[in-house]
């Protein structure tokens, strides 16, 4: 999606019974940082609380997300603002998985790190056959948050989200559907796409599709709060580590990193 720019971080636009939520930091690839989180936690609550039935998720630009704003996580060397961005990211996802309307991830161009997270909090995912998904952190010696652990593990399975997570690869929009990370392919004109499946879902009784979907909400809440919980400790462990610090360096040195598990 392409759209004017604004200083705003994130986008909402409402249309009848659809709203569109634009990530808008085109400029680094719609990367994320504390702004971000806390704009896109308050566009869901205005969302929560309007007649509006489908929420279609995009990113502004050449891609979804990249991921966290690492550059801006640098520069910001206030240990103690961890653990409240983290609380931060919990809110939002929850916001998001709990949200009582239908959700649509609309990928297109990259979509990794905890980018790669919201989407999978979604009800569906569709990937324009220019996605290119990245559960990444391992890249830096960290692990995913978002609630990626609990998501990739509803979708996977235990051990092939362990493999994805430790592998940290890219993935085509094709490996992603054929192993269930995404649940449609779109080729050609995305937008227009979208809106096709947008009106689908429109024409179904929707207040039936949200109850069952609140049904799961209710019955899994407190794994993806318990998931939330250890994503914040672990992460919190992990940014101690030799291994992050060299994984960071090589980042900002664009080399690869020679990590020593420690």
């Not at 960290?142 to 051990?159: N, Q, S, T, V, W």
């Amino acid at each position: 999606m392409t759209i004017s720019n604004t200083t705003a971080h994130v986008l909402l636009k409402k249309e009848g019974r659809v709203a569109t939520v634009v990530f808008n930091r085109p400029e680094v690839l719609n990367a994320m940082n504390e702004d971000t989180f806390r704009q896109f936690r308050d566009v869901l609550d205005e969302i929560t609380t309007s007649d509006v039935d489908v929420v279609v998720l995009c990113g502004n630009g050449k891609g979804f997300s990249s991921g966290g704003d690492l550059k801006s996580m640098l520069s910001n060397t206030d240990e103690t603002a961890f653990g409240p961005v983290m609380d931060l990211i919990s809110e939002v996802v929850i916001k998001l998985y709990t949200l009582p309307k239908i959700v649509i991830s609309a990928i297109h161009g990259p979509a990794a790190g905890i980018g790669f997270s919201f989407a999978l909090a979604s009800d569906f995912v569709l990937a324009h056959e220019s996605g290119v998904l990245a559960m990444n952190f391992i890249g830096i010696g960290l692990i995913p948050d978002g609630g990626a652990h609990y998501f990739l593990e509803k979708r996977l399975g235990e051990a092939k989200a362990k493999q994805l997570i430790w592998e940290g690869k890219k993935l085509d929009s094709a490996q992603a559907l054929e192993m269930g990370l995404v649940d449609e392919v779109v080729y050609g004109d995305f937008e227009k796409e979208i809106k096709e499946r947008v009106k689908n879902i429109l024409q179904k009784p929707v207040s039936a599709m949200i109850q069952t979907k609140q049904i799961y909400c209710e019955n899994n809440l407190e794994s993806l709060k318990n998931v939330l919980l250890f994503e914040k400790n672990g992460q919190g462990a992990m940014r101690k580590t030799s291994d992050h610090q060299e994984g960071v360096q090589a980042f900002l040195q664009k080399r690869l990193p020679v990590f020593t598990g420690k």
